[in-house]
């Protein structure tokens, strides 16, 4: 069991990982300058469509701000739950 962690999401809604209990959770961390975390998107995107019923994707955007990752997550088209670590608690992790 992986502790429980609530980040917000990129509107400021609370997210719990505990939501989704019953699928394996694939956390991808990333900042919006990483070049390589933008080419992975478009891989993560066709996993998550494929295996949406026992898989669940989540982006951390960490190091960012908010409007820094909005343009990120809209550029790569991300798919899936997009939330942010403004409180550096993933990395302590």
């Known amino acids: ?11 400021g809604n609370a ?3 505990a939501d989704y209990n ?10 919006s300058w990483c ?3 933008e080419e992975e998107m478009p891989s993560l995107n066709r996993l998550q469509a494929l ?4 898989l669940q994707i989540v982006a ?3 190091e960012d ?3 820094a990752l909005r343009e990120f997550r809209d550029r790569a ?3 899936f739950p997009f939330l942010h670590d403004k409180s550096g608690y993933s990395k302590q992790r």
């Open 65 to 67: 701000d908010d409007d």
């Open 1 to 11: 069991m992986a502790p429980e962690l609530v980040l917000t999401d990129l509107e």
């Open 35 to 37: 070049k390589p975390c």
């Open 51 to 54: 295996m949406k019923d026992s």
């Open 77 to 79: 088209n991300v798919q």
């Open 60 to 62: 951390i955007g960490v």
């Open 15 to 17: 997210k719990n990982l």
């Open 22 to 31: 019953g699928k394996l959770v694939v956390l991808n961390f990333l900042a």
